[in-house]
């Protein structure tokens, strides 16, 4: 059971959360990791209801999800309810059997390193903005008519911590810059070229130069990642004449904008302790087939 599921962007659909648990179960998972867009909706009922609804799955699993936050996560509440319940790895508690990665988090499972660094930019981040000014006004109007609620708009849609900042990274970094042996990421490092970019963007570039840093600094031998909702598989340099994989992990089915990705290409069996051969140039990476 020492096995890892990583799984991409969930959005918050229950049933693929509760597909992937199953997923673990059978591929002798104890732990589900997911790297980002994970769902973490917490200010509003929907989203702690499916917050339970994955812990109550997982316990009955025997398995343990994690995840890192994406640009979809509100991770200033995730720090504002959780910082103060750490797990014995430093993880936050916002379930039992329901844990969030802080940017910049490293940890060890059956003798491989981890490092998990979330973020990313949201491209509808002005159509979020708009939705959450549309709400905002059709409150006041209700209000007009004598309606006393006021409800809070800001940050319901869009979040102003998706991003990592440069100083953020900075001390991250400063903070510990050993190598680990694999490192996951909501964002893909800005060198990698997936078949379909939809983030090929000058807003995205900044957080891609970000994660680029992380991987030349960490050289991790492979690096997970989420936000195109794309699968495919690159290697790509990592400095003094090391190598990283890198792994893009489609979505859950009814985000997804591609035709040719199921569920299947969302998550990816990792088996610990990773083997951790260090790719040795471009010719080492073996892309996955995927299925037809
Ligand atoms: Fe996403
Ligand atoms: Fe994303």
């Not at 867009?37 to 009922?45: I, N, R, S």
């Not at 591609?258 to 790719?279: C, D, F, I, K």
Request: proline share 5%; with cysteine.
């Amino acid at each position: 059971m020492g096995n890892v599921l990583i799984a991409g962007d969930l959005h918050g659909n229950t049933a693929h959360a509760l597909a992937l648990i199953r997923v673990a179960a059978r591929n002798d998972c104890e732990r589900v990791f997911a790297v980002g867009d994970f769902g973490a909706w917490e200010h509003m009922h929907s989203g702690r209801r499916y917050f339970d609804a994955v812990n109550r799955a997982a316990k009955r699993a025997g398995v343990t999800v994690y995840f890192l936050d994406g640009n979809h996560d509100k991770s200033s509440l995730l720090h504002e309810l959780y910082d103060e319940h750490p797990d014995d790895e430093g993880f936050l508690m916002c379930r039992k059997h329901l844990r969030y990665a802080p940017r910049g988090h490293r940890w060890t499972w059956e003798g491989t390193s981890f490092a998990a660094f979330g973020g990313a930019r949201s491209t509808d981040k002005g159509r979020r903005l708009a939705r959450e000014a549309r709400k905002a006004e059709q409150a006041a109007k209700r209000r007009g008519y004598g309606s006393s609620k006021r409800p809070q708009t800001a940050g319901m849609l869009w979040f102003p911590e998706e991003e990592m900042t440069d100083a953020e990274l900075t001390g991250l970094l400063d903070a510990d810059s050993s190598p680990v042996d694999v490192l996951l990421t909501h964002d893909k490092p800005r060198a990698s070229q997936p078949k379909w970019n939809r983030k090929d963007k000058d807003e995205c570039y900044p957080n891609q130069d970000r994660i680029q840093r992380v991987m030349r600094t960490l050289r991790p031998s492979v690096l997970f990642h989420g936000h195109l909702h794309v699968r495919y598989t690159d290697t790509i340099a990592s400095g003094d004449g090391q190598w990283t994989r890198i792994e893009g992990l489609a979505c859950d089915p009814e985000a997804s904008q591609y035709l040719q990705y199921s569920s299947e290409h969302s998550w990816y069996v990792l088996q610990l302790p990773y083997a951790g051969e260090r790719a040795d140039g471009p010719a080492a990476a073996e892309p996955r087939s995927l299925p037809a």
